[in-house]
């Protein structure tokens, strides 16, 4: 995470070999990047773009989804299993034979979504990839990506969206101006008056919350809203002394 | 008509695109007063983005398809009226900025709408420079469009919509390829627009948090079709269950609130911002 221009896309590239470093090195696998062409090293990374339009040209969903694993050289009856599953699991089954320039723009970020996912590369990078999904795109992405960490498989993400990463409580690193400035679990950096003030970040609402409730004893580090509801449970029923009263 | 207090009137509009089966929008009917703040949201996919396309021409002046029922936009026929006429009138910031940067610097790019209007030198100067000023873009003049970083690329795209000095300005998905910061300025720079020249703004956004603190009214989309129209304070209230089951991203504050009092901790109306729900959470909590 960070601002605008910190540097965090041209990080991202330098993952799968897109960019070489002009000083330092990049390991993928123990493996030195500059040795790599960007194809041998795609297998192995996936990066989804920021803008989906980098990546679509297709005619229609299902050959730009396909077309990767032709280009691996996979047999057809394989293609077509693994093309079908990619788009059950993003919901994009009844557009397989839609061009993809006629989908809506959060439509178009799940087929570059799927283009990728589709080779069931070892390390996926995702460039703001809620950009353009309302809130129940957003939660199948969530599990989908809580599928793929329980699977083994590392994910990078590049987001702006702070109640996206609350709710994901993944580990953080913040990016400003070309570096590192600050890392470590997503509650406690995203509640961090210092830490999101360095990276340009805004506080989620929760831990907006929480700290004016500081006063009542409310621990600092709140920033997913199940949590909130908890503590938060506890302390009217304590307060009350009773027990909830219907609606 | 300009001096008519209804910017936009919407009856019973419909678009389907050419080579898809079923209308993207059907049956809108709505309006939109001069100086209002409106939030319109809905699903990935509901027709929100071909609703605006259509309040500036570009439907049906540009996509192919078929166009039904009404639509005037600040006295105009849009169909009637060539897309550079509308865009004195209602200025759009595309959902991708790539979309609409061309020029080889930030500046001819923000100067390219005021010189096709003919002004003199001057104003044009003026214009571009508030433009500037009012998007914090100064610092970015010299570069090329395709250097800047996406977010830099919006307020560009914002700035030379401004210079345009439209009466309305149409911000689809604004903030998706802004840091939090930024998406927050640029939030609070359409609401000075509003408060200081008159200029309708519309946003289209799935996140609520960023814009409930400006918009007074919402407007709901859901295959095609409006399906709440009105104060956002008043429907996210009433309409809760509605708006998250249509995956509206609703402020995190609201939800908390909602589920406390679906279970009964607490009762009263749903807070809109976190100011709101610190003051009523701490009233209950008692001090």
Not at chain 1, 153 to 174: G, S
Not at chain 2, 98 to 110: C, P, R, S, Y
Request: glycine share 8%; charged share 25%; hydrophobic share 40%.
């Amino acid at each position: 995470m960070g601002e605008n221009g910190a540097g965090k896309t041209t990080l991202a590239k330098h993952l799968n070999g897109l960019l070489k470093p002009s000083s330092g090195r990049v390991l993928v696998d123990g493996e030195d990047t500059r040795k790599k062409s960007v194809a041998q090293l795609a297998r192995k990374v996936g990066l989804v773009f920021q803008n989906p339009d980098h990546l679509l040209f297709s005619e229609s969903v299902r050959q730009e989804v396909a077309f990767a694993l032709k280009n691996f050289g996979y047999p057809a009856d394989v293609i077509e299993t693994q093309v079908k599953r990619t788009l059950e699991s993003l919901d994009l089954s009844e557009y397989a034979d839609t061009s993809p320039f006629l989908l809506s723009g959060g439509e178009r970020k799940r087929v570059a979504l799927a283009a990728v996912l589709a080779w069931e590369p070892d390390y996926l990078i995702l460039d703001e990839p809620t950009i353009g999904q309302d809130y129940q795109q957003k939660e199948r992405l969530r599990n989908f990506i809580l599928q793929l960490y329980s699977q083994g498989k590392a994910v990078v993400m590049i987001t702006h969206d702070v109640e996206f990463v609350a709710e994901c409580n993944p580990q953080v690193v913040l990016m400003s101006k070309g570096k590192v400035v600050g890392s470590g679990s997503a509650d406690r950096v995203l509640s961090s008056d210092q830490l999101v003030e360095k990276a340009s970040l805004v506080k989620p609402q929760m831990a907006k919350l929480f700290a004016r409730l500081k006063p009542q004893g409310f621990p600092g580090d709140v920033v997913d809203v199940h949590r909130a509801k908890m503590l938060l449970e506890a302390k009217l029923v304590e307060v009350k002394g009773s027990v909830p009263q219907s609606p | 008509m300009s001096g008519s207090s209804e910017i936009i009137r919407a009856e019973r509009l419909g678009f389907k695109y050419a080579g898809t089966d079923k209308p993207a929008i059907q049956n809108v009917s709505l309006s939109i007063g001069r100086g209002e703040f409106v939030l319109l949201t809905g699903p990935s996919g509901c027709g929100k983005s071909t609703l605006c396309r259509c309040l500036n021409g570009l439907i049906p002046n540009f996509y192919q398809g078929e166009i039904s029922g009404d639509i005037m936009v600040d006295g105009l026929s849009t169909s009637k009226q060539l897309t550079s006429e509308l865009s004195r009138h209602i200025g759009y910031v595309f959902q991708n900025p790539e979309n609409q940067l061309f020029a080889l610097t930030v500046e001819k790019d923000i100067a390219f709408g005021p010189e096709n209007l003919g002004l003199s030198r001057a104003e044009i100067r003026s214009r571009v420079d508030s433009a500037m000023h009012v998007t914090n873009t100064v610092g970015l003049k010299d570069l090329a469009p395709y250097e800047l970083s996406g977010g830099q690329q919006q307020r560009v795209a914002l700035a030379g919509v401004l210079a345009m000095q439209p009466s309305m300005i149409v911000l689809d998905e604004p903030t998706s390829f802004l840091d939090p910061k930024t998406a927050e300025e640029i939030m609070s720079a359409a609401e000075q627009l509003r408060q200081d020249q008159g200029i309708t703004i519309l946003v289209v956004e799935h996140r609520l948090d960023l814009v409930a603190r400006y918009a007074k009214r919402i407007i709901v989309m859901n295959k095609g079709e409006v399906v709440a129209d009105g104060g956002l304070e008043e429907t996210l209230d009433t309409q809760f269950e509605m708006l998250t089951g249509l995956g509206v991203g609703v402020p995190r504050v609201s939800l908390l609130w909602a589920m406390l009092r679906r279970d009964g901790f607490v009762t009263g109306r749903v807070p809109t911002h976190v100011e709101e729900a610190a003051d009523s959470l701490s009233k209950r909590l008692g001090n």
